[in-house]
């Protein structure tokens, strides 16, 4: 299985087999490969961005990353 | 001899055409001493700009003088940018003043102006310099202060918008005399650590010397040096620091900032189904294409009639074989008869052989074709298997111990092969 994608590479792997499977020139078993893929992308993308919590927000300190605090308006 | 005379109105406008094609009158900056002002009931200024021994009359329209950050009065010593043309119902000529500053501060706007040529002559404002920002930043490094309103605003924005990203905060002066040496720093910082895909350097509004950080020539020089690229985000819309020409890409303001460097979830979501719905126009475009390709093959003759190709080979045995009655050597006769009933059978089998070739391949198209919706298939029972990601046709490509994945209508299935039987 493949290790966890991140958002940005699925979204901008999603767009290359939109691309492809719309010229319509692979073999089947090629476009049904992609076709399929797509669909994983998109479900998954879509998820992502369904699922998405709260922006997470560091503080760079002294070479180290810390949770920031957000100032009290 | 005749004189040409020209009016008045002729001469002053011929002047005023003189002054406004003049290119260094077109943009001055001026240091004077104000004196005689006067605030006209429209909101228009009228007043003097003078030094030790010269004056020249000046006026500040109303659309410009709204933006002025202090009282002018006599005696105020100011820095004006504008240009000098002529008033030609009273033929005088005149500063019209776009930008005011006082003296102090005028110095500063000198400064900038300067450190701005100088820049623009380096070429560190060159498009050609400007790299793209990413389209979906993972991670966004904001170089300000880490109590000020920018920082906040840019986290709400960015939180609404995308919250798939991650913002590092940078934390720097933003003004004050040590604030260039502390956003160098971190600007530097953020290009070593190499966390970030895009970086917002800014600070909220204030007045020219709370954002002169941002005019300063070692933070220009630290942007333009900056391996990831930069978005300037100081102050108001109306602000314009040096900071903001070097940069890769301007935003108005720290808000503005945060709306340029990601993407907005609820387009990226529309745009998400579209791209669904384009790849199931594809594919079913797709299929059409292939089954009329199908269609085409299945009412080809060999399909529709194989034993009509048999016909014209066995005419012309018949032929040759009457041919060779007529000539009766009976002895040659049964030797020959031999030799076209071999022939006979022999092409016969070819054919036979022809046509199932075509059927079979007809057929696996067919097969294929049945593919085309695996779903609805596997909803049935069916199983597809995949070794290593590709599709296995024949147990002559597995062996015992290999791993594979059976894809059945509702998820996927991992089993190792542990028999091998063929049919």
Known sequence: MET????????????????ELEKGDLPLDKSLEKYQEGMRLAKFCHEEIQNAENVIVKLMKDDKLEDFEEPKE | MEKKYITVSALNRYLKYFFDNDKNLQNILL???????????????????????????AVMFQSNAVSLDFEPKDGSKVVVEGYVSVYEPIGNYQVYVRKMYESGIGDLYQAYENLKKKLSEAGMFDESHKRPLPQYPKNIGVITSPTGAAV?????????????????????????????????????????????????????????EDLWAFNEEIVAKAIYESKIPVISAVGH?????????????????????????????NTLLMQISGYTRNMAVSWQKYIQVKTDMLNTLRRSPVILNGERLLEKP???????????????????????????????????????????????????????????????????????????????????????????????SDGIVGCTVDKIGKD
């Open chain 2, 237 to 265: 819309e109306t602000d314009f620091t040096i900071a903001d020409f070097v940069s890769d890409r301007r935003a108005p303001t720290p808000s503005g900032a945060a709306e340029i460097v990601v993407p907005d979830q």
């Open chain 2, 152 to 208: 906040r605003d840019i986290i709400h924005i960015v939180n609404r918008r995308y919250p798939l990203a991650r913002i590092i905060v940078y934390p720097t002066l933003v003004q004050g005399d040590e604030a260039k040496y502390s956003i160098v720093r971190m600007i530097e910082k953020a290009n070593k650590d190499l966390l970030s895909d895009v970086l917002i350097v800014g600070r909220g509004g204030g007045s020219i």
């Open chain 1, 4 to 19: 966890k994608m991140t958002f940005e590479t699925a979204l901008s792997k999603l767009e290359e087999i939109v691309r």
């Open chain 2, 31 to 57: 240091k004077a001493e104000i004196s005689n002002f006067k605030r006209h009931s429209r909101g228009h200024l009228y007043f003097t700009l003078k030094d030790d021994s010269s004056q020249i009359p």
């Open chain 2, 314 to 408: 066995e005419l012309k045995l018949a032929s040759a074989y009457d041919r060779l009655l007529q000539k009766r050597p009976d002895r040659i006769l049964d030797s020959y008869r031999e030799k076209t009933n071999n022939l006979k059978t022999r092409i016969s089998l070819v054919l036979e052989n022809l046509r199932l070739a075509l059927e079979t391949r007809v057929e696996n198209d067919i097969d294929r074709l049945e593919l085309v919706n695996p779903l609805s298939l596997m909803k049935k029972g069916y199983a597809m298997a995949r070794k290593n990601g590709t599709i296995v046709k024949t147990v002559s490509l597995l062996e015992k111990g290999d791993n594979i994945e059976l894809q059945m």
